[in-house]
């Protein structure tokens, strides 16, 4: 039986009842190109909280010397953390063999959505590839890709890496499938462009995150499969 795979825009518009054999979380700028950075960079684990005050008190368990914090709202840094959701933080220097914690204004809440599934990746252009690689050697028969939008607004560049997977993958199941697909395939010359166009790119446009878009935008990239080891927790899924 082939796989099926179902795309979802935003956390809200997934399904109450019944989970998947897998759900990958995507949030393209800046959340889920920013872990796979850091694992891909040594970091021990991601720690993801919807909730800033949650995270401060699951990170002080920690030695200090142990941890770094990322904290991000409408994408800026939160005073007082080590860094917002800029994957050019998360370098081996940085997050080698650090316990990092993050909280974002949009991917953390997706993951925090799908955590019950029984296998739970995230994946953005940087990483599709081996996130699709990884999906099919597993060969689930349902899968769910769950696009983190904008404060529960769709968004073009989650729906895109969505459409990666499916084009690479096959399966759509539902009609988001085959629109996503669609769209990557229009855009898949130009993601730069793509990003550019997109309301939370502009945001960040605004903000002088040029090169995030350009790094953002890049396919394969990042040799990481983020895999969540416990609820809220990740760690490399690539050997």
């Known amino acids: ?118 296998t739970v990746l995230t994946a953005a252009f940087v990483n599709v590839g081996f996130v699709a690689d990884f999906v099919r050697i597993q060969d689930f028969a349902t899968v769910w890709l769950v696009g983190s939008g904008w404060q529960g607004s769709y968004s073009l560049e989650d729906t895109a890496c969505a459409g990666a997977l499916v084009a690479l993958l096959g399966g759509a199941a539902n009609d988001e499938a085959v629109a996503a697909s669609a769209l990557y395939t229009t855009w898949q010359q130009d993601l730069l462009g793509l990003l550019k166009k997109a309301s939370h790119g502009q945001r960040l446009l605004n903000l002088n995150c040029l090169e995030d878009l350009k790094y953002c935008s890049e396919i394969d990239t990042v040799r990481a499969v983020p895999l969540q080891q416990e609820p809220g927790i990740l760690i490399q899924g690539l050997k």
């Open 1 to 118: 039986m082939d796989m099926q795979i179902s795309v979802f825009h935003t956390p809200e518009l997934v399904p109450t009842e019944g989970l998947p054999d897998c759900a990958i979380a995507i949030d393209v700028l800046r959340a889920t190109s920013t872990m796979a950075t850091a694992l891909a960079n040594g970091a021990a684990a991601v720690h993801v909280h919807a909730d800033l005050a949650s995270l401060n008190t699951a990170s002080d368990g920690w030695p200090a010397e142990k941890v770094v914090r990322g904290g991000e709202r409408n994408g800026k840094q939160v005073e007082g953390f080590d860094f917002g959701n800029s994957p050019f933080y998360c370098t081996a220097e940085n997050v080698g063999g650090k316990q990092v914690f993050m909280s974002t204004t949009n991917g953390t809440r997706t993951l925090q959505r799908i955590q019950a599934c029984p």
